[in-house]
């Protein structure tokens, strides 16, 4: 009888022990199934992150500066129509905002102390020689008591490069003497005094001197009623979506026989 009992007790203990470990193995794979929910819930929230930042981030390019410069063709109200070197056309805004300057012919007394000058010497002004001759003095008003520093036009390039010249390349031709810019110091008859600063910031007095040949200019700032047709124009600001320039500066000058010769400087 004690076998019986031992015999019957048996398939009891072994189905015990296996609803035990159905249950056990349910309860993992629920908790695993929680744990795989979970963890797939950051990755959603990651996705959806990076759309938003994505969107975000896609704005329209900066506009660049952009200029128009040729021949006006006529002026109605704030808009004026250029014909450019190519012959095309196009169009250049301005409102009371835009910075107007013309230039215009001046002489010898136009050069006056404490201005500010641009001097563009002779072709034969070589290697820093003293005194300069000068080719063409561009007299400008200073601004808060100093001579505005012209805009950079990218990395040196041209002359006064220091970068050498590649291994057996050709001698390169004498580079033109280089413009002379800064504040008049002094005018004694034809010789003029300029006080600048040199690339590394130190204070520079250059003579220059002037004869029957030299030609000058002046800028001044000019009104609205300077923008005229048959005048030339060199205009700066940004291109609209029409394909219009929005001026924020513009510079007018004489035009000759009716052309715009030479590169325009403002």
């Known amino acids: 009888m004690g076998e019986t009992l031992i015999s019957a007790s048996c398939p009891t203990s072994r189905l015990t022990r296996f609803a035990i470990l159905a249950a056990t193995g349910a309860t993992a794979l629920s908790v695993a199934a929680c744990g795989s929910s979970n963890q797939s819930a950051p990755t959603s929230a990651s996705t959806s992150t990076s759309t938003v930042t994505s969107t975000t981030t896609s704005q329209a390019p900066a506009q660049n500066e952009a200029k128009v410069s040729g021949l006006i063709a006529s002026v109605a109200g704030n808009s004026i129509q250029v014909t450019k070197e190519d012959k095309s056309n196009a169009a250049v805004n301005f409102t009371s905002t835009t910075k107007i300057t013309e230039v215009s012919p001046a002489t010898l007394s136009d050069v006056t102390a404490g201005s500010c000058v641009t001097v ?147």
């Open 120 to 266: 563009r010497p002779t072709k034969e002004a070589q290697g820093g020689q003293q005194p300069v001759t000068a080719a063409s003095v561009r007299v400008s008003p200073s601004v808060n008591g100093t001579c505005p520093k012209p805009k950079e036009s990218g990395p040196a390039a041209g002359p006064g490069s220091s970068s050498p010249a590649p291994s057996g390349s050709p001698t390169p031709a004498p580079a033109n003497a280089q413009p002379v810019r800064g504040s008049v110091a002094s005018v004694t008859g034809n010789t003029i005094s300029v006080a600048g600063t040199d690339a590394s910031g130190n204070t520079t007095q250059t003579s220059v001197t002037v004869d029957d040949k030299t030609k000058y200019t002046k800028l001044t700032t000019a009104t609205p009623d300077a923008i005229a047709q048959g005048k030339c124009v060199n205009a700066r600001g940004t291109m609209d979506n029409a394909g219009t320039l929005q001026a924020t500066s513009i510079n007018v000058r004489a035009a000759v026989d009716g052309k715009c010769p030479g590169k325009p400087r403002g």
